[in-house]
């Protein structure tokens, strides 16, 4: 019997995808799987997401593990190559490379590659993270054209900073400047992230990338048709390894740090920050045990958590317990600590075993 471990649905990943297939019927998807697909396992989401048009990694090893356990779908390499090691690599698994930066540009004319690469070129419409400024593009945009070492027709991509924020006017702006300076050009051309495929159609032009919303976890505050259909993949299970009454004004766990305030039954689920329940949750945080949500009390150690059982507790030793996912949102959790669903659930550790059905 496995005590901490992280339930997968495959079939709820499908589901997901099925449903941004039906947000986004006229473009197609690059289903993003970086970061151990979201923490998802790899390989087996990739396997799982066959439908999909094409996959998208942010490391060049993460590609590798995709072609090495026979995935045959198109790869796109999110930040593109760093050197030109890497560009050989990605020539000779077939992948596709981003390019952000002129340093890339010129790596791709300087090399000889085996095979010619697929390219997608990235201007920054306003994230000042990755991307071409919009005074380069064009002489980026030509000189890719004419590279002996690209294949076919540059594609174009941009991201959006703050498309998870409804009414924000700045996806507006991003967009309008996307669509101006990319205009003149007769290329397949990529924007959305899952927010804005969930909730600005007008940013799904011909591919979209949604990742955390694959996963059945919404990006958006507050629910839009589409994002309350999507099922989450993972469930976080542990068990109840000791249950015992304390009385009030007890200081439980290292440094005392959370106190009874009254008469109660302590419980203490075996998950903690070793296995990548993050430690800054603060009293309080919601459990799932015995279909009603109780609050953990005190400091997460490394492989447990203690909860408030309350006075009328009947839980018993071995009982199971949802940390997030069916019944407990992982967005209503990342809340709870003060983070997001998206780290949550690609910082399991290695111990934390994933069982899939
Ligand atoms: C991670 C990533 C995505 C997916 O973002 P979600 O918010 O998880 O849907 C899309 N595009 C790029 C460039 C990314 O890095």
């Avoid at 930066?101 to 997608?120: D, E, I, N, S, Y």
């Avoid at 048709?225 to 000791?242: G, N, W």
Wanted: glycine letters at 8%.
């Amino acid at each position: 019997m496995k005590t901490a471990f992280a339930q997968i649905r495959l079939t709820n990943l499908q589901h997901n995808l099925e449903l941004l297939k039906r947000a986004a019927p006229t473009s197609k998807i690059i289903a993003i799987c970086k970061a151990n697909g979201y923490g998802h396992g790899l390989v087996a989401v990739a396997k799982a997401l066959h439908k999909a048009d094409a996959l998208g990694v942010a490391r060049i090893q993460e590609a590798v593990s995709l072609r090495d356990a026979g995935i045959v779908q198109p790869i796109m390499l999110l930040e593109g190559c760093f050197d030109a090691d890497e560009l050989q690599l990605a020539s000779n698994i077939d992948v596709e490379v981003v390019v952000h930066h002129t340093h890339q540009l010129t790596m791709l004319q300087q090399t000889q590659l085996t095979h010619p690469v697929k390219v997608w070129l990235k201007l920054d419409t306003g994230m000042y993270r990755l991307g071409i400024d919009h005074t380069q593009f064009n002489d980026c945009y030509q000189a890719l054209s004419q590279c002996h070492n690209v294949r076919g027709s540059v594609h174009i991509m941009s991201h959006l900073s703050c498309a998870d924020e409804l009414g924000n006017q700045y996806t507006d702006s991003q967009l309008q400047q996307f669509e101006q300076i990319t205009q003149p050009y007769d290329a397949p051309k990529s924007l959305a992230n899952s927010a804005a495929v969930l909730a600005h159609p007008n940013t799904h032009f011909d591919w979209v990338r949604p990742g955390l919303s694959l996963y059945g976890i919404s990006p958006l505050p507050t629910g839009t048709h589409i994002s309350q259909q999507l099922k989450p993949v993972m469930t976080l299970h542990s068990r109840l390894i000791s249950v015992k009454p304390a009385k009030a004004g007890a200081l439980v766990g290292y440094g005392g740090a959370g106190q009874l305030q009254q008469d109660s039954t302590l419980g203490v689920i075996a998950i903690g920050y070793g296995d990548g329940y993050p430690r800054n949750a603060p009293n309080g945080t919601p459990v799932l045990i015995n279909g009603r949500i109780v609050p953990s009390i005190g400091k997460v150690s490394m492989d447990m958590l203690t909860v408030d059982l309350g006075t009328n507790s009947q839980d018993q030793i071995g009982d199971k317990v949802t940390l997030w996912g069916e019944g407990l949102p992982v967005e209503q959790v990342a809340n709870h600590i003060g983070t997001i669903p998206w780290e949550l659930v690609c910082r399991l550790t290695q111990r934390l075993a994933l069982v899939y059905n």
